[in-house]
């Protein structure tokens, strides 16, 4: 009698991951994407303008009729949002969103200048004190067609840290280099109590100092000549 022999094949059966194990590896690669963007947004940087006109409107949109946005006063530090030809899109510190002419405004390289000269001249010796008859823009430089930032008003007083000169040059021709390095010229004089004037931003820049007077000597009489003898 034959029979015949019946073979059996058995595959291992896998074990399918607990739903748990998929979902703690959803959360974790969510949470690494997460950190990724929040490490790409801490790169970016604000970047800042500072308002060198004495005020300025903002308007909606670069037009020749346009609506006014808001207001912006000297010293004031804007959020740059967008550059366009010769004008800046920026928001102010009260959240107010406009357009202005980039001529009155100062980029953070140039206010950082003024804000080298106010630490490094802070104890300089005073040499005199004065008092402005107008409205006077700090300087980096002498000269009035350097750069200028911060607005004195008239009748402030002041005190005088250092001179500088700057040479004559005739109409057209391109304006000559101060001959003292850049200097603290002017700071806010202290009050009677010895307190130092409150200012909108920084004390202390660079600024033209006006031609000395030059005095001449008295003109001596003429002598009348002598009579012929007789």
């Not at 057209?172 to 001959?179: L, N």
């Amino acid at each position: 009698m034959h029979t015949s022999g019946v073979s059996l094949i058995i595959f291992p059966i896998r074990k399918q991951a607990p739903p748990r194990i998929f979902a703690g590896a959803i959360v974790g690669l969510i949470f690494l994407a997460i950190l990724s963007g929040c490490s790409r947004f801490q790169h970016l940087r604000h970047e800042y303008v500072y308002v060198a006109a004495r005020q300025v409107f903002l308007h909606d949109r670069v037009a020749a009729v346009s609506n006014r946005v808001g207001q912006v006063t000297n010293g004031e530090e804007l959020e740059l949002l967008e550059r366009g030809h010769r004008f800046v899109k920026v928001r102010t510190p009260k959240g107010e969103v406009g357009w202005l002419e980039e001529h009155a405004v100062i980029d953070d390289k140039l206010y950082q200048q003024f804000a080298d000269l106010s630490k490094k001249h802070a104890e300089d010796p005073v040499v005199a004190n004065a008092q402005l008859r107008d409205d006077l823009y700090m300087h980096v430089l002498p000269g009035r067609d350097t750069d200028h930032f911060l607005l004195i008003p008239g009748n402030s007083k002041v005190q005088l840290l250092a001179r500088g000169t700057v040479e004559k040059r005739a109409p057209g021709s391109r304006p000559a280099k101060p001959k003292t390095p850049a200097t603290a010229a002017l700071k806010p004089a202290e009050s009677s109590a010895n307190k130092p004037v409150s200012s909108p931003a920084l004390t202390g820049a660079k600024a033209a100092t006006p031609a000395a007077k030059t005095l001449t000597p008295a003109a001596q009489p003429s002598m009348a000549p002598e009579p012929p003898p007789m």
